[in-house]
């Protein structure tokens, strides 16, 4: 009886003589695709409202006298979709010719030759001949500077509308707009004004041709000779998926890759076009040690020897409290478990974090919203400005909860009074407040005057680095281990350590770089100057290279694999995407190597996914993370 | 027979195109009476008449209005008077002879549906008709029958003429809508028809001023009276603009069905110059070709169709036996090519490629083979373009195809125009 309650919710379409069960309200197209039936695209795309301006997916539909749009329709119980005759095949071929009759098929030239739905169509169900020698071509613009990011080429436009749409629909800036008429007709910025957008770069991606270009990309690589790697953003701690395309050792481009969960397939310019700095010229590729004297390459063995005596004899001479461990938000979850296993348990500091700012008052309800679960919420509070302006891919999840779900969001800046900013959010049931980590206090306060009121509220808390989230979850605080068990004692936070250097209260420092969160403080190189001995890991010339006595290459995020978190806590894996050119270890390996020759009692492994099996053992809410899930949290001890 | 007449039977009444002088012949008498009836009664009425559009698709008035859902407010009217069909010039005689009699069937209708607003869409290059109609609607604001409380009831009507910028597509009613929100005028996927959500996503309907213009009547003198006009499948009176080689072209109301082409052509004076009919277009640019076995074919919308054309908007343009069909339908082809919003790709490339082998046809440089190519791009276009402009962008060309073969065969490779070289010099 329950089944049948349930049933009217699905009908039955058949394709192609195939019945196939899908929901009310399904499109044709999606209908076919469910029974295994590629239908032809342009215009239509997952991501946008239908508009069949591009025809290409016309098919027959029941006794309908004409061929119906595929990607406008919507199916009905018994509805009978032929795709595959006669009429429809000659179609396609027909309405390819229209399409490559003013079309400049320079695909040899073209960034998009080889991942073209254009090329590929008119393989797949051209005519194989051309009559266009009988006519003219129409010439436009072939290369329209939109922003220094992009560049469009109108002549090999075939107007699907896409990139109108996705500003129209997704961003909600509208700078592309279409202009002139019939057969004239190109895309154009609107009133000429170039493209402010943080999110063009998705522009490219969107278009089925070679029409939108990325200026970093364009005439650059042809894509069969691209290699593709499936990882994560390192841009911020958002946690959006993307595919490193690499060519030999270098990072061509980021390309994104569809998270529905967390990006929804879009990304940030700052972050796609990060991908530059992964091809930094000044890396550091060999270790070195300078200990009272010029520096001189060593083996890896050597230095990782050289660095552990140093440490040890301030450890003797000083005490171990004298030592500080200071990590980076850019590490891996496996890096960032045996750094704090090595400062706490081999050296036995307790003057170990990976940022400045310190982090206390923690509850589990910090992270407790979803970035997928925004849209379920009737108000959401944005406190501050700095969680838009450090994860821009949540400004559209925002658009989207407006434009789609009609959700009612709110800014306030982050100095306003918490009662003020609570009564935005007033007399919703389900509340989502999301903040920056640096504006974690007041978000608090007006969680808890929503809770008062009745409210069931969710937070979001953006996390600083790729991986912030992963190393306050693994321990890299001074007030708690990994699993956000307390310290008995408190060590130093982040400045609380660099203002040490400078006192000489801190002795040695053990830093790995690059460390953007605090790279910020000023105070930085004037505490690497002063500590007595600083060992550096880090992959680039950094204030950490420049005054360390001992220094030990790292990686890239391209080049490691691992795990890092991302501000929600989903815990995604990052895969080597360039090989480093020499025999690098990964810092997994170094800090392993480093704590045997400093004694410890049980080596760590040194292997990142034998690091994740202990981090699995060691902090329940990773257990159930693997294929990118959510660390389910637990209840703070 | 001026008792059959509806539309013009005031035509060139002293001072009509005034309010004063409207008012003097029996104008506004229809409103006055709609105000006093229910919006259902008066919906009955315009069903027993049997109205059909005459904006070109001929869906009848009634069962058009009848779609609008209950009680969802606002709802808009939009008055069709885009008028860009060629061959079309029916509109602009209505609006410049009986302003008044199209603005009273304006609020009939406006009333009937409870629309708040009625927004008249004037094709751009009408300049002076708009400025005629901004006069009389001024008028009609001054004496009580538009705005609020209206003739002293508790009806409030905007009525607001807007100017097209001249784009044949913004006839197709969703184009219309489209620009008069201040978007690119190009005609939206349907469903949700407009009558569901049109303008401002809100109820509308969309009406062509023939359509609109016959309301007086049919209220005043009731839905039976009308019907008495033409046969029973084809109701009522329709004006078809007479052009092309007619000693005298123009507008004539004649009733429908009961009426052959014949008859109206020869209102029209007949064939000029004495020569001999070689094919006529009825409905405008759009639509199929017939040729003299046709003349005998009533002006009715299913033996028409039989036929294998349409009455469209009501135009019939008339071609003598110097005519060139090569050329009519190139020029055709221009327009649909020229007028091609772009939106879709069979239309917009398909009237491109269309009007680039018209050319080479009619300058007798295409290949036999070329023939071939254009039967196949109309084929590609008809029945799979976005909107109908699209698909009657091939229907003229083809119909002149098929009944002219040899005249375009003839073309091929003939380096010039063969029926131009062979007429007599004087002509
Ligand atoms: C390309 C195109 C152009 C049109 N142009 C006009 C026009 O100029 N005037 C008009 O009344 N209807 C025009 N129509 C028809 C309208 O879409 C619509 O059917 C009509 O205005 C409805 O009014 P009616 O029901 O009173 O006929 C056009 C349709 C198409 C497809
Ligand atoms: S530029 Fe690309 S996405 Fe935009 S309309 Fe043209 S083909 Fe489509
Ligand atoms: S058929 Fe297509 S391009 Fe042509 S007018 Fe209609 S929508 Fe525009
Ligand atoms: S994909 Fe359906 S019309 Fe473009």
Not at chain 2, 34 to 57: C, F, M, W, Y
Request: glycine content about 10%.
């Amino acid at each position: 009886m329950t089944d049948v309650a349930r049933s009217p919710e699905l009908i039955t379409v058949i394709v192609d003589g195939r019945p196939v069960q899908v929901p009310v309200g399904t499109l044709v197209w999606d209908a076919c695709e469910k029974a295994g039936v590629f239908v032809p695209v342009y215009c239509a795309h997952k991501k946008l409202d239908p508009v069949a301006v591009c025809r290409m997916c016309l098919v027959e539909i029941g006794t309908l006298p004409k061929l119906q749009p595929a990607c406008a329709t919507v199916a009905s119980d018994g509805m009978e979709v032929r795709t595959r005759t006669e009429k429809v095949r000659e179609f396609r071929e027909g309405n390819l010719e229209f399409l490559l009759l003013n079309h400049p098929l320079d695909c040899p030239v073209c960034d998009r030759g080889g991942e073209c739905d254009l090329q590929d169509f008119a393989l797949r169900y051209g005519p194989g001949r051309t009559r266009r020698a009988i006519t003219t071509k129409v010439h436009f613009n072939k290369a329209v500077r939109l922003s220094d990011k992009i560049v469009l080429d109108q002549e090999r436009c075939i107007l699907c509308w896409r990139c109108t749409r996705y500003y129209d629909e997704v961003t909600g800036e509208k700078e592309l707009v279409l202009q002139e008429r019939g057969v004239h007709t190109v895309v154009a910025p609107f009133e000429g004004r170039p493209l402010q957008s943080m999110f063009q770069g998705n522009l490219p991606e969107v278009c089925p041709v070679g029409a939108l270009t990325h200026a970093q990309y364009r005439f650059r690589a042809r894509p069969w000779d691209l290699r593709r790697t499936p990882s994560v953003c390192p841009g911020c701690s958002y946690g959006c998926n993307l595919n490193i395309d690499t060519r030999e050792t270098e990072v061509v481009r980021f390309a994104s890759s569809d998270k529905p969960e967390v990006d929804d397939g879009w990304l940030c310019d700052r972050g796609r076009y990060g991908s530059g700095d992964l091809n930094r010229a000044d890396r550091v590729r060999s270790p070195e040690v300078r200990l009272g004297g010029p520096g001189r390459s060593m083996a890896y063995s050597e230095a990782i020897e050289a660095a552990a005596t140093a440490l040890a004899s301030v450890i003797s001479e000083h005490g171990r409290e004298r030592v500080a461990v200071l990590g980076t938000p850019l590490m891996t979850n496996e890096e960032a478990f045996v750094l704090q296993w090595l400062a706490r348990e081999v050296i036995g500091t307790p003057h170990v974090d990976h940022q400045l700012l310190p982090w206390t008052d923690l509850s589990p309800a910090e992270f407790s919203l979803g970035i997928e679960e925004i849209e379920a919420c009737d108000a959401i509070l944005v406190v501050g400005e700095q969680a838009e302006a450090t994860a821009p891919v949540l400004t559209l999840r925002l658009y989207k909860a407006e434009r789609k779900s009609g959700r009612r969001v709110s800014r306030v800046p982050g100095d306003i009074e918490a009662g003020e900013a609570a009564r935005r959010i007033a007399g919703a049931s389900r509340v989502g407040v999301i903040s920056h980590e640096r504006d974690r206090g007041l978000a608090a306060q007006v969680a808890a005057i929503a809770v008062a009121s009745g409210a069931s509220v969710g937070r979001l808390t953006i996390t600083v680095g790729v991986n912030g989230r992963g190393c306050k979850d693994l321990g890299l605080l001074p007030n708690y281990r990994p699993g956000y068990v307390a310290t008995a004692e408190v060590g130093l936070h982040g400045r609380g350590i660099l203002e040490g250097c400078q006192s000489g209260e801190i002795r040695a420092l053990l830093a790995v770089g690059p460390n953007p969160a605090v790279e910020a403080g000023a105070d930085l190189d004037r505490a690497c100057a002063a500590v007595q001995l600083l060992i550096a890991i880090t992959p680039v010339r950094d204030a950490f290279w420049r005054h360390a006595g001992v220094v030990l290459p790292g990686r890239t995020i391209a080049e490691k694999a691992g795990t890092v978190t991302s501000s929600e806590g989903r815990v995604q894996t990052v895969r080597i995407a360039v090989h480093p050119n020499i025999a690098v270890p990964s810092e997994v390996g170094l800090l392993a190597g480093l704590g045997a020759c400093l004694g410890a009692a049980r080596p760590a492994p040194t292997a990142p996914a034998a690091v994740l099996e202990e981090i699995r053992t060691a902090v329940p809410s990773y257990a159930a993370t693997a294929g990118g899930l959510r660390a389910a949290w637990g209840k703070l001890r | 027979m001026a008792d059959d007449l509806v539309l013009t039977r005031l035509v060139g009444r002293p001072g009509v195109t005034t309010l004063e002088g409207y008012e003097r012949v029996g104008g506004y008498l229809g409103l006055r009476k709609a105000v006093t009836l229910t919006p259902e009664q008066i919906i009955d009425e315009v069903k027993s008449s049997g109205l059909r559009g005459r904006g070109g698709a001929g869906f009848p008035t009634g069962t058009k209005w009848s779609f609008l859902p209950r009680d969802v407010f606002p709802r808009y009217l939009c008055v069709n008077a885009d008028e860009s069909e060629p061959g079309c010039f029916k509109d602009r005689y209505l609006i410049d002879e009986l302003p008044h009699q199209l603005l009273e069937g304006v609020l009939i209708a406006a009333f009937t549906l409870r629309v708040s607003h009625a927004f008249i869409y004037i094709r751009g290059e009408y300049r002076a008709q708009r400025e005629l109609l901004d006069r009389c609607v001024a008028e009609a604001y001054e004496a009580g029958l538009a705005g609020r409380g209206i003739l002293g009831t508790e009806w409030d009507c905007e009525v607001i003429v807007h100017g097209g910028a001249g784009a044949y597509i913004c006839g197709e009613e969703t184009a219309l809508i489209d620009s008069l929100e201040g978007l690119r005028g190009q005609p939206r996927l349907k469903p949700p028809f407009p009558a569901i959500r049109g303008l401002y996503g809100s109820p509308t309907v969309v009406n062509n001023v023939e359509t609109l213009s016959n309301l007086p009547f049919i209220v005043l003198e009731g839905g039976a009276a009308y019907a008495q006009r033409g046969t029973a499948a084809s109701p009522g009176t329709r004006v078809f603009c007479v052009s092309g080689h007619v000693e005298r072209p123009g507008n004539y109301e004649v009733p429908m069905g009961t009426t052959t082409f014949r008859d109206l052509l020869q209102k029209a004076g007949g064939v000029w110059k004495g020569r001999a009919l070689k094919a006529m277009q009825p409905g405008g640019g759009s639509m199929q070709i017939l040729g003299p076995q046709h003349l005998d074919v009533p002006l009715d919308f299913k033996a028409v169709a039989d036929a294998g054309s349409s009455l469209g908007a009501g135009a019939l343009v008339v071609m003598d036996q110097t005519t060139c069909l090569v050329d009519v339908a190139k020029r055709l082809v221009d327009f649909y090519h020229h007028e091609s919003c772009g939106k879709c790709a069979p239309c917009r490339e398909g009237t491109y490629f269309e009007s680039q082998l018209m050319h080479r046809l009619e300058a007798g440089i295409a290949s036999e083979s070329e023939l071939a190519t254009l039967s196949d791009i109309c084929a590609n276009m008809d029945g799979r373009c976005f909107c109908p402009l699209g698909d009657t962008a091939t229907w003229f060309v083809m119909s002149a195809y098929r009944m002219f073969p040899d005249e375009f065969l003839a073309h091929c490779g003939a380096g010039r125009c063969p029926v131009r070289a062979a007429r007599p010099a004087a002509a």
